[in-house]
């Protein structure tokens, strides 16, 4: 009989993986970097070890929803006072500040542990084709 393996941190192999959101589905896209981030792709996944890669999305702002979303669905925040829920349309967030709308929606799919705010941090969003991060860039997938 096989004993599980568990990987420690110091053993994980860390890739850098490009997805275009162009013309994609805002939902499918980030179930794919969730999944990356993740590291549930990879046969030595552990659940307790941030064993996921890199994920760069570029064309942020190309990607598609379905329905009325871009009008109806809203983002709220509260600062803890009274008074102070302030409320921004998906469209609006989408135009001015994409990279923040992705980490909002990543953020929901990955543990809500000190794992999850170490795997978030390895997304990176661009709201163009290019991205500063052509050196390390090993892999592409999502074409």
Not at 3 to 10: D, F, L, M, Q
Not at 72 to 86: D, M, N, P, T
Not at 91 to 102: E, F, I, S, W
Request: proline share 4%; charged share 30%.
């Amino acid at each position: 009989m096989k004993a599980t393996i568990a990987i420690k941190p110091s053993e994980v192999k860390r890739e850098w993986i490009v997805l275009d959101a162009a013309g994609k589905r805002f939902g499918r896209v980030l179930t794919e970097a969730a999944t990356l981030l993740r590291g549930k792709h990879k046969p030595y996944y552990t659940p307790n070890v941030d064993c996921g890669d890199f994920v760069i999305i570029i064309n942020a702002d190309k990607v598609e929803f379905s329905g009325n979303k871009l009008e109806a669905k809203q983002y709220h925040r509260h600062s803890g006072y009274f008074g102070s829920v302030k409320s921004e349309k998906l469209g609006d967030l989408l135009k001015n500040n994409p990279a923040k709308l992705y980490k909002l929606a990543a953020r929901g799919m990955l543990p809500k542990t000190t794992l999850g705010k170490e795997m978030i941090k390895k997304l990176k969003v661009y709201a163009g084709a290019e991205h500063p991060h052509t050196a390390q860039v090993t892999k592409s997938e999502g074409k």
